[in-house]
Every structure is written in structure tokens, then in C-alpha cells.
């Protein structure tokens, strides 16, 4: 089992580039570990303001921080083809040797829906995503031995080629999963999990699943990485932090799936009819940073290896310095 590691995760949903750069560096001086950089062509809501791109942020914050960094996460399937993604990360990873690791996912209709075409059912994007996954890991390996690699999948194709940049070690690729067929599948095919927070029953089961896809491939479970991202809403009053969830994030209280919905307005619509009870269970709203800390503990205990946290208040400055002191410090495997 891996330390523990408690990262940033940079909202690019909500700061400009330059600011979450910024922050970035100052979460690293309050003993922050290493930042998960969100990857979206638009905001959840019009009011969160911002979506720039993943990929140019990864290599600023490369060059502005000393810790870990990776797409949290990307979707090898619609924007970007698995050999672009592929190309991405490994021109990151030998640039920032040891550092940089890449999470993917199915994708979500808001960020994917840009390029036009049809836009399928869960089951068929999960599809899509395995084999992306297995496209990029065979291509890192082909690379890596001089070899050119070609794929003609279900979804994806790619003709005889290799990455020319290399690092000497293939980035992990870490899959994000919030349910049980593709918790194993994951086990299965990928160097770790990421998932969002929820019930610690759920994340048990989310475990257990991923262990045996991992144990069916023949591999270790407790050597593979597990990842937690982790919102939370603090400010120094509840009040505030209320607030900050209700008009920030008001997506965090939507307990229905939102991979189908393409807008930044229907979302906005959608978010009139939140309230504050709906947070209960998917967003810890809290002006004591204790509390955050024993939520925080509980996933900890459960055995993650890296924690990433998002404040979705806009003070992100006074956030990262008690957060620092009274939570990260705090923490204990």
C-alpha cells in the first residue's frame, strides 16, 4: 500500500487557468501533495465561469509545482482519440519524469457533445472507454519497445504507429468508476481507480469489485492506486458555506445522472429546483474544518492511497491555509 497523499483538485470549471495555477502552488506550500486538474470544454453552470483546456494547464502546473499531476479526467473517446491522449501524456510524463499520471473516463454529453455525432447510451461509452484503455496501454508498451502498434477495435482505429516521446516509464492509467461492472473491469485492465465521493458502503463494494477484476488479471489489488476526489463546502460561517454551495456548485446536489445533459443553461435550470437538504450525502457543508477532517478519515481508513480536494467556494486562498493546517496535517493512514 502506497503513503497517503492528499492533492488539490483544480477547478478549471471555476478559475481562470492563471488563478488555478496559482493556486495550485499555494495549496503545494500549505502541504498539499500534487493537483488533479479537471478536464471540461464547459462549466457545470453559466455562474461557475470558466473551462479552459486541460492539457495547456498540466504543463504550466509542471512547471509551477514540485508534486504529481494528471487529468481528472480525461475522456479518450469523443474530443480526443486514445492515441492523442496517449501523445499527451507521454510528452507530460517525460517532461515531468515520475510525476505525471493519467485519469479517464467515459465522458460526460456537456464537454463531449462539441464535436457533434451520436451520442450514446452508458453502456456503449463504458464499451468505448475499455477499449480506449486497452488502445493507449499497448501503445505506451509498443513505444516504450520500439515497436509500431495498430488497432482495429469495435470503436477505435489507429494505423501502424509508435510515440517518438517517451518517457523511460509509462504513466499509470487510472480509470474512473462509480458503479460495479466497470469498479472490476478496472481491476482488470488498469493501474488503479478514481472515484468521486459517496457512502462509504458504496466505495466498500466499489473495493471489493475492483479487487476481484484485479485478482482475475492476475495482479495485487492492494499495490494498485486508488484515488478519491473529494468536494467539499467550507467557509468560515455555514452560512457562507451554504451559500457557496447553493450558487457555485449547485450541481453537486443533483442526485440523477448528468452524463446526458449539454448544457451549462439546462444545468443552471436545473439548479433552481435544488435545496440545501439535497447536498445531504454527496457534499459535506461545514464551517468546522474537524468535520471535513473525520469525513476525510473515514475515506483515508477505507484505504485510499491519494485524496484530492476542491473547496467550492471561491476563497480558495484562506480555504488552502486552514484546510492545510487543521485537515491535511491532521490526517493519518
Known amino acids: 500500500m502506497a503513503d497517503l497523499t492528499i492533492g488539490y483538485a483544480a477547478a478549471l470549471e471555476q478559475f481562470s487557468p492563471t488563478d488555478a495555477v496559482r493556486y495550485a502552488a499555494l495549496a503545494e506550500q500549505h502541504g ?4 488533479m486538474a479537471a478536464d471540461h470544454f464547459a462549466p457545470w453552470v453559466p455562474a461557475q465561469g470558466q473551462a479552459s483546456f486541460v492539457w495547456s494547464v498540466l504543463a504550466a502546473l509542471g ?5 504529481d499531476l494528471g487529468p481528472g479526467v480525461t475522456s479518450p473517446s469523443f474530443r480526443f482519440h486514445p492515441a492523442v491522449v496517449a501523445q499527451a501524456s507521454a510528452t507530460l510524463a517525460a517532461m515531468y519524469p515520475g510525476r505525471y499520471w493519467l485519469g479517464v473516463g467515459a465522458g460526460e454529453a456537456l464537454n463531449e457533445h462539441v464535436v457533434g455525432g451520436y451520442w450514446p447510451e452508458a453502456g456503449t461509452r463504458s464499451a468505448m472507454l475499455f477499449e480506449a484503455v486497452d488502445l493507449i496501454k499497448r501503445l505506451f508498451a509498443g513505444s516504450l519497445a520500439g515497436k509500431d502498434v495498430k488497432h482495429a477495435g469495435q470503436h477505435f482505429t489507429m494505423e501502424s ?3 517518438w516521446t517517451m518517457p523511460e516509464q509509462a504513466p499509470e492509467v487510472l480509470v474512473a ?23 462509504v458502503e458504496k466505495i466498500a463494494m466499489l473495493f471489493e469489485r475492483f479487487a476481484e477484476g484485479a485478482r482475475e488479471a492476475g495482479k495485487d489489488p492492494d499495490a494498485m492506486t486508488k484515488v478519491l476526489q473529494l468536494h467539499t463546502a467550507w467557509a468560515p460561517t455555514y452560512e457562507q458555506a451554504l451559500a457557496d454551495a447553493m450558487t457555485e456548485w449547485p450541481n453537486g446536489g443533483m442526485a440523477f445522472p ?6 451549462p443553461a439546462d444545468f443552471a435550470a436545473m439548479a433552481k429546483l435544488v435545496r440545501p437538504e439535497d447536498f445531504a450525502g454527496r457534499l459535506l457543508i461545514s464551517e468546522d474544518p474537524d468535520a471535513h477532517r473525520a469525513q476525510i478519515q473515514r475515506f483515508v481508513d477505507l484505504g485510499f492511497d ?3 480536494l476542491h473547496n467550492v467556494g471561491r476563497d480558495q486562498e484562506t480555504w488552502l491555509e486552514v484546510f492545510g493546517r487543521e485537515v491535511v496535517a491532521k490526517l493519518r493512514r
Open 32 to 35: 498539499f501533495s500534487g493537483t
Open 63 to 67: 512547471e509551477r509545482t514540485t508534486g
Open 161 to 163: 504507429t509508435r510515440l
Open 177 to 199: 468508476t462509480a458503479g460495479p461492472i466497470n469498479a472490476r473491469r478496472t481491476g482488470k485492465v488498469a493501474d488503479g481507480m478514481i472515484t468521486p465521493g459517496a457512502p
Open 258 to 263: 448528468k452524463g446526458d445533459v449539454r448544457s
Open 306 to 308: 491519494r485524496i484530492y
